[in-house]
């Protein structure tokens, strides 16, 4: 395995202890002497491959636990400790897109040196940046039971966004509205501009489905539908997963490839995909996929290789560099990390032993959709307790359909600012088939073994899981590793039995030649 790799791998661990277990710097201090003395080991040994695994390993652990002992000293320390269980009236900015759901809108709000997340009713109308105030019981979150029996960390969760303390039911008001000038009120602008567009266009329930396709609009969906959407394994596809960051990326690079010098796509390129990234907002989903894409216009621009593999380590890196918590507390980041883990490592594996290649129609979104459930399993059996028994079907059917349904619902969006007409046109294309998404997703999810409800169990088991799938890969690309090195044996012996047989054949020709003419 690479160095880097499991460097980085050890720095998710040492960020996994020290969250878990909170250890002191003093461990951190130790483990830091024990990396010197492999170092020296490595060196006085004649600089072996084993005293510098543990040497990085050691380090990597021992930044992991100092970087996730900093973070974690950015919280504590609200001057709105001492008001929890009280009413209170506080001040604030809006920092993030308010996030409007079926009954309510729920608002990040920045005071002095506290992010609150406050839920108030829906009627109200805010935009990021707006100054309010507002008044309401202050609270600290703490853990809850979700339908499925799982207990759901909800204050580490809001810690890994920033958030202390949250307010429910706040009476909220607004103090000055947001007039300055910047670039994430014009992209949210924007956004909102063209969401009405399409919505004069495309009837409900499809525009619902088109928005979270397109912006990651999950709220716009409704309860019911994404009921439906979890039931049958589909509901990465409008929490903007890696798949919908690829295709806008793809375009992106697609259409900047007819315009611009490689070296002038590159800055265009990690614009576009920054912008994208702001106005559809940081999940860890979409930041992975994005540094992910960025790292391809790098390797691009300077004509290197791209690693897939070393890409999504890089990014995992970054992340938990700028947000330690995000390992632990952010069920988007694992998912979205382990689930391109196994289309990276087991798909490959799957296309020489598996799939039949005359299916090359189905093959891609079948492959896909089985090795990133098979990466997920653990996950989705600890942290939510349901997994889909439909889903390699439902994604068979619904994927190719996604990218359609993607460049229809923003064509609509975007020719009705021209003609009307002919964006009534495209928009029926679009409702018809975000429709058939919606028609798949409804008929499935009905089924009485739809989906498949599991008792909770302790986090040991998911690292057991986890290991027994390492052994079985490890195993079966071993065995196949062993069987190419057999073909490539075969290959070699065959062309070696040929060159002697062209080189004995030479030699009585040669012979020939020189014999009398009665010996011929």
């Known amino acids: 395995m690479n160095l880097l790799i499991i460097t980085i791998l050890a720095f998710a661990l040492g960020v996994a202890l020290q969250i878990t277990f909170k250890l002191t710097l003093i461990v951190a201090v130790w483990l830091a002497v024990l990396s010197l003395a492999s170092v020296l080991i490595w060196r006085k040994k004649g600089k072996q491959m084993l005293p510098l695994l543990v040497c990085l390993v050691l380090i990597g652990v021992t930044l992991g636990i100092v970087r996730a002992e900093t973070h974690s000293q950015k919280f504590g320390h609200s001057s709105l400790a001492s008001s929890v269980e009280q009413e209170i009236v506080l001040k604030g900015t809006i920092n993030q897109e308010p996030d409007y759901r079926e009954k309510t809108v729920q608002l990040e709000v920045q005071t002095a040196d506290t992010k609150v997340l406050v839920s108030t009713e829906r009627y109200h109308q805010f935009k990021y940046g707006d100054e309010i105030r507002v008044s309401g019981l202050l609270e600290e979150p703490g853990t809850f039971t979700t339908d499925l029996g799982r207990t759901f960390d909800y204050q580490g969760y809001l810690l890994a966004q920033g958030v202390e303390f ?66 049958t394994g589909i509901i ?117 032993t598996v799939v039949n290649k005359k299916l090359v129609s189905v093959r891609e979104f079948f492959l896909a959709t089985l090795a990133t459930q098979i990466a997920v399993l653990p996950l989705l059996l600890y942290q939510i307790g349901e997994i889909s028994l439909v889903a390699v079907i439902v994604n068979v059917l619904v994927l190719p359909i996604v990218p359609f349904a993607m460049l229809l619902t923003f064509l609509t969006g975007v020719l009705a600012t021209i003609s009307f007409e002919l964006a009534t046109l495209v928009g029926w294309a679009a409702t018809f088939t975000l429709g058939y998404i919606l028609q798949v997703a409804d008929w499935f999810a009905g089924l009485p073994f739809a989906a498949l409800n599991v008792p909770e169990f302790e986090a040991v088991w998911v690292f057991v899981m986890y290991g027994a799938m390492a052994i079985i890969y490890y ?38 030649r020189e014999l009398p003419i009665f010996f011929r």
């Open 475 to 512: 195993y079966f690309k071993s065995y196949k590793d062993k069987d190419n090195n057999k073909d490539k044996f075969s290959d070699w012996a065959v062309e070696e039995e040929k060159e002697d047989d062209f080189l004995e054949m030479s030699s009585k020709k040669s012979s020939s």
């Open 166 to 231: 949250r307010m429910s039911f706040a009476e909220v008001e607004l103090i000055q509205a947001n007039e300055r000038s910047s670039l994430l009120n014009f992209l949210f602008s924007t956004k909102d501009a063209f969401i009405k567009e399409v919505q004069q266009i495309i009837p409900e329930p499809e525009i619902g489905l088109g928005i979270g396709l397109l912006l990651g609009v999950k709220s716009a969906l409704g309860d019911e539908i994404e009921t439906d959407f979890r039931k």
């Open 236 to 352: 990465h596809i409008v929490v903007l997963s890696g798949y919908n960051v690829m295709l806008v990326v793809a375009f992106i690079l697609f259409f900047l490839s007819f315009l611009l010098p490689i070296k002038w796509r590159l800055v265009f390129g990690l614009l576009a995909i920054v912008c994208f990234a702001l106005l559809v907002g940081l999940s860890a989903t979409v930041v992975r996929a994005s540094i992910m894409a960025g790292l391809v216009l790098f390797a691009q621009s300077f004509g290197k290789k791209y690693d897939v593999l070393r890409a999504l380590f890089i990014a995992g890196l970054i992340m938990l560099l700028i947000n330690p918590y995000l390992l632990i507390y952010d069920i988007g980041f694992q998912l979205s990390f382990m689930a391109t883990l196994g289309l990276i490592l087991v798909v490959p594996h799957f296309e020489s």
